[in-house]
């Protein structure tokens, strides 16, 4: 059952996006979710994650005071808040969902990955 990320788009440096991830499957209250990007000629890099409960989350260095996790399990839904953006958070974001006990910073960890959407900051 493949998620389906949305909310990407167009905007300039400082600029803020709220991307959602929903996850049609029945069992989305019971997973850690995290969110992804890949820059062009990048590697996909882990974004920040989120426990099954919302409770705990995890960002990478260069996101910490500007993106906020959050989910809604009554949504099937986990969200992106992205303030302060920069052009080089210009990629193509992911969500997946990880099927472990805790929140992972480990890409290798995450399946079920849906498509992405676009996002692109301009300077």
């Known amino acids: 059952v493949q998620l389906q990320a949305s909310g990407g788009g167009l905007v300039q440096a400082g600029d803020s996006l709220r991307l959602s991830c929903v996850d049609p499957?029945?069992?989305?209250?019971?997973?850690?979710m995290g969110w992804f990007r890949q820059a062009p000629g990048k590697e996909r890099e882990v974004v920040s994650a989120i426990s099954y409960d919302g409770r705990r989350t995890y960002y990478t260095d260069s996101v910490k005071g500007r993106f906020t996790i959050s989910r809604d399990n009554a949504k099937n839904t986990v969200y992106l808040q992205m303030n302060s953006l920069k052009p080089e958070d210009t990629a193509v974001y992911y969500c997946?969902?990880?099927?472990?006990?805790?929140?992972?910073?480990?890409?290798?960890?995450?399946?079920?990955w849906g498509q992405g959407t676009q996002v692109t900051v301009s300077s």
């Open positions: 997946a969902r990880n099927y472990g006990v805790y929140v992972s910073p480990n890409i290798k960890s995450y399946e079920d």
């Open positions: 499957g029945r069992t989305f209250g019971f997973h850690n």
